[in-house]
């Protein structure tokens, strides 16, 4: 449910970035008066293995159509709300600064779309309340896929509402969203089941994390997270270096949704010089576009042109690159975001 540029006006592009940096510095302050030294390396090894789960498409059967988690709701259970926002704000923005997934403009979006709904809406109204009084491993299955598919609902609404009001005619408000809203229920449901299962591993290894999230208290001082630190960490470079060549190459839900609608699954650029600036800083930042090395000009255009790629699940180096360096960007943003906070409240104490 990444957007792309095309999609937004810059009125709405920078009104949701506003919200979003809004959010972001909310989510700072909550952090800083809240901080858990232990829990900063556990921010950072979930936001690297969030990064490479996201590069693993499923495909959706009898759609043509693809999902990646979205990753929020499950932060928001292991992290709490406000440092899961910060984490998938520090996802987002590697993504799309170094590898052009989902645009500079659309980036405010993208991360109020994925992070506010599941974090600040479904986790305290859903999971919260299914949970609480029973943590057995059913409630939690049911409360990760209502929550889950709560979120994604959002999200696909807000996009079809962000798209209709940049003015995007191409894409008729009621016809988009019958597109987002079902493709997204079923991605939402595969993407339930997995948020329990990853929960479920963390309740079992180290529950006093899910009870310290719950409660809003500091871990105890005896409870160590060094070996699901390790494991989340482990599983990232995984995932990321091998488990993204089995990515499904269909689109995915937003970009099915729009080729259903207009036939093609790109728009046209939107023109102006916001747009086209951005769009220059987003290629020279982008050092692994689309999850590859840069090819040269001819090959890519060859490429355009309808050259067969290789057979699937071949080995691509460049994704194998792409999913290990991303984790570890992921994993050094969150991690000087935690200390940052941790420097502040310390000088605040001081």
């Known amino acids: 449910m990444h957007m792309a540029d095309a999609l937004l006006s810059p009125a709405v592009g920078t009104t949701m970035l506003a919200g979003t940096l809004g959010t972001v510095a909310y989510c700072s302050r909550k952090l800083r008066e809240n901080v858990d030294e232990k829990m900063i390396p556990v921010m950072g090894v979930t936001g690297a293995f969030l990064f490479a789960a996201q590069m693993i498409n499923f495909t959706i ?13 499950l ?27 989902g645009g500079l403009l659309a980036l405010g979006s993208n ?17 919260r309340p299914l949970t609480r009084n029973d ?42 969203l019958l597109m987002m809203l079902p ?9 339930g089941f997995v948020t329990a299962g990853v929960i479920g591993y963390v309740k079992a290894a180290r529950p006093e994390i ?14 160590r997270v060094k070996r699901v630190a390790i494991v989340f960490l482990g599983v990232a470079i995984v995932a990321g270096g091998t488990l993204s060549w089995f990515a499904s190459s269909n689109p995915d839900g ?73 984790s570890f960007l992921v994993l050094g943003a969150v991690l000087c975001i935690g200390f940052v906070v941790k420097a502040l409240r310390r000088k605040q104490e001081g």
């Open 111 to 127: 991360v109020w779309n994925l992070g506010v709904y599941p974090c600040f809406i479904a986790y305290p109204l859903i999971y």
């Open 61 to 73: 059967p009898g759609t043509g159509s693809s999902g990646h988690l979205g990753g929020g709701m």
């Open 210 to 223: 899910l009870e310290s999230v719950e409660q809003s208290r500091p871990l105890p001082a005896r409870v």
């Open 135 to 176: 943590g057995s491993s059913g409630k939690i299955t049911i409360a990760s896929i209502v929550g889950v598919v709560t979120g994604l609902q959002l999200g696909a609404f807000s996009v079809v509402l962000q798209t209709v009001l940049s003015g995007r005619s191409e894409l008729p408000f009621v016809t988009f």
């Open 254 to 326: 937003l970009e099915w949704s729009i080729e259903k609608v207009m036939g093609k699954q790109e728009l046209s650029k939107q023109e102006g010089r916001v747009a086209s600036v951005l769009e220059s800083v987003q290629e020279k930042t982008a050092l692994l576009p689309d999850y590859d090395f840069r090819k040269p000009a001819g090959a890519q255009e060859g490429a355009e042109a309808g050259e067969p790629e290789s057979s699937w699940p071949a080995g691509k180096p460049g994704r194998s690159a792409s999913g290990i360096v991303g």
């Open 183 to 191: 493709i997204h229920l079923a991605i939402g449901l595969v993407e």
């Open 75 to 101: 932060l928001a259970v292991l992290l709490g709300p406000h440092a899961a926002f910060l984490v998938m704000a520090s996802v987002l923005t590697v993504q799309a600064l170094f590898f052009a997934d």
